[in-house]
């Protein structure tokens, strides 16, 4: 199937559609989406302006997009989105949905009610927030991101050791630092207001794609704002639909755009473990011809050899079985990596038969 195609049905790929993001997620194919991230109208409950000490006006949202007549409102609002979200994701995809103490809780209600698998909740802690003017309250210095697969048994993407490597070889945790957008990177009207007031950086879209999707893979952002989704995807290989109902945000969305290249391809490649490579049994290798039966396999020291058979077992001291169970069994152990245990003769001296499961990898591979 062609990239763009799905059951015969064309997506939009890599295209920003001005309108109502329930309406448009219904003409999309179903399970075609590899990644949603969600940044949804906050419903903020701002009844007055919010002014600074000195009486000048806070640029803040204020727009009617963010105003909802009830909670009930919008928790319908949230049910149907989600919903239409629910349906155009692939069984192993995920979602990433953003919100503020306003609304972060009645969503992620209604992910579950539906049948997501919340796998973290994220916080977003701002190393530059909006002070808070009044000193009636805390100063809100974080936002909450949810990340859910579309059920508990879900095989989503997660790139664990790309976020390693990223963080100085540390597990990346689930508190990250970031400034809210701005200087160059926050677009701006004529006059030096905001064109959009909750524009996200795109250091912080950057962590989340590249955590939780692959070169390729298909993005939707059904509130696309100002376009930072669909700028760090194109950045980083991807594919992505942009859904906004203001065509003056859609038209930034597109500029920014039109002024990126993406990143090589070769750049793209991420670190992975050993247990994001494609399994490969012992048995592959005397398949693929690297091993042939009769030959002797030896421990790191020689002590004891054992005989590959024809079916990828081994023999040694009248036990027979697999690499691990026969590696333990000289050993004494209740278990043994046979990989790393067993070694093979070549040039003279031994190496471990794990490098020829490298190369019976790349012999394996698909080819593109």
Known sequence: MGAGETGGAKLPLNQIIVGDCIETMTKLPEASVDLVFADPPYNLQLNNELLRPNNSRVDG????????????????????????????????????????????????????????WVLNDVIWRKTNPMPNFRGRRFTNAHETLIWAATGSRARYTFNYDAMKALNDDLQMRSDWLFPICSGAERLKQDGGRKTHPTQKPEALLYRIILASSHAGDLILDPFLGSGTTAVVAKRLGRNFIGIERDPAYAEAAEARLASLAP?????????????????????????????????????????????????????????????????????????????????????????????????ARRQLEPQP
Request: charged share 25%.
């Open 61 to 116: 949202v204020d727009d009617d997009w963010d105003k909802f007549a009830s909670f009930e409102a919008y928790d319908a609002f949230t049910r149907d989105w989600l919903k239409a979200c629910r349906r155009v994701l692939k069984p192993n995809a995920s979602l990433w949905v953003i919100g503020s103490y306003h609304n972060i809780f009645r969503v992620g209600t209604v992910l579950q009610d539906l049948g997501f």
């Open 263 to 359: 990143l090589p391809r070769e750049s793209l490649q991420v670190a992975k473990g050993k247990r994001a490579e494609p399994r490969v049994a012992f048995g592959a290798l005397v398949e693929l011809g690297l091993i042939a039966p009769g030959t002797v396999l030896y421990d790191p020291a020689a002590r004891h050899e054992a005989k590959v058979r024809a079916d990828g077992s081994i023999a040694c001291a009248g036990a027979e079985g697999s690499i691990h169970k026969i590696g333990a069994y000289v050993q004494g152990a209740l278990a043994c990596n046979g990989w790393t245990f067993w070694h093979y003769e070549a040039e003279g001296r031994l190496k471990p038969i794990d490098a020829l499961r490298e190369v």
